[in-house]
């Protein structure tokens, strides 16, 4: 892992920098490159202007490891009012949340209420619904409440990250119960017993389970396989990879962040590949945005340039 990468993911834990880090005005600036606001209907502008082109969209509320019930509860709600918003303006945006937001601190119980609330209000709607996952300690029980949820709801998905060893074996259960997977290299700290310390190793791991994920489709029992990544050499071998197994264009799905790589989302467009863009928003993105620096801490200078913008 770089020194860079390191010392970013640090400063995201830091509970004294992520109270303070929101306030700095040159990095609310440079923040705005990833997100296109704080409010909701900044997401639905977003997600609305992006339909010409052809890109669907996926949200998240900022926000993770709430330890106050009626908080989590109030987060319930908003995605509830959210997802009514959405469906009433026919846009197609998909929910991607974390357990933490919803309670998971507190209790299973607690967590897996809010969460099928919102997954009852999806599919109502005829929206999927995306788990987003964690550090390693959530891993299991998120994995858990994901599987709960497929028992009763049929568009559900989870997030899988790539520079877990474990990963290999998840995907391999998730593949055969038919739990759609999104796929991302991995954005927090974690031990080197636990994940490859190496970006060399995640990628080639990234790419061999994405053949796995790309070979799941034979199963035709609803699983879904979403590759979430900006690298563009990763990205091509994979298209690659389905062309030779006869696979459609369609079946590559690749999900970018806002505001990232807008050229290349256009190019795999109008090549036949489904593209969507996450949109994040709400007052909690300090230390998202620190791990979005640390995915490519090139985007560092990012910061830099926005302190001496005009």
Not at 26 to 32: E, G, I, M, T, Y
Not at 169 to 181: E, F, M, P
Not at 196 to 220: H, I, Q, T
Not at 253 to 282: D, F, N, P, S, T
Request: glycine fraction near 8%.
């Amino acid at each position: 892992m770089s020194v860079m990468r390191s010392v970013l993911l640090a400063i995201s834990e830091n509970r004294w920098m992520r109270e303070r880090g929101p306030r700095l005005w040159f990095v609310k600036r440079a923040a705005r490159k990833f997100m296109p606001g704080e409010a909701f209907d900044d997401m639905l502008r977003a997600a609305d202007e992006l339909r010409p082109l052809g890109i669907e969209a996926v949200f998240t509320r900022l926000g993770e490891n709430v330890s106050d019930a009626a908080e989590a509860s109030a987060v319930t709600r908003h995605y509830l009012e959210v997802l009514g918003a959405i469906a009433s303006k026919g846009i197609r945006c998909e929910p991607s949340i974390k357990l933490t937001q919803l309670g998971l601190d507190l209790g299973k119980a607690e967590a897996y209420a809010n969460l099928r609330a919102l997954a009852e209000r999806s599919h109502e709607t005829g929206n999927y619904l995306w788990v987003d996952m964690e550090q390693t300690s959530y891993v299991d029980v998120t994995l858990e409440l994901t599987r709960r949820l497929k028992a009763e709801f049929p568009g559900v998905g989870v997030c899988l990250q790539a520079y877990l060893y474990r990963t290999h074996d998840d995907l391999k259960a998730l593949i055969d119960q038919g739990i759609g997977v999104r796929l991302v290299k991995g954005a927090y700290k974690e031990p080197p017993e636990l994940a490859y310390p190496k970006k060399s190793d995640v990628d080639e791991n990234f790419f061999k389970l994405a053949v796995a994920m790309l070979d799941g489709l034979g199963r035709k029992n609803g699983f879904r396989p979403v590759f979430g990544t900006h690298d563009a050499n990763l990205i091509a071998r994979i298209r690659a990879h389905a062309e030779r197994a006869g696979l459609a264009a369609r079946d590559v799905e690749v999900h970018m962040l806002y505001g990232i790589q807008r050229a290349e989302q256009g190019r795999l467009v109008k090549e036949g590949a489904v593209v969507r863009v996450l949109i994040a928003y709400g007052a909690y993105w300090f230390a998202w945005y620190m791990r979005r620096l640390a995915e490519r801490p090139a985007n560092v200078w990012f910061v830099v340039r926005s302190m001496f913008a005009g």
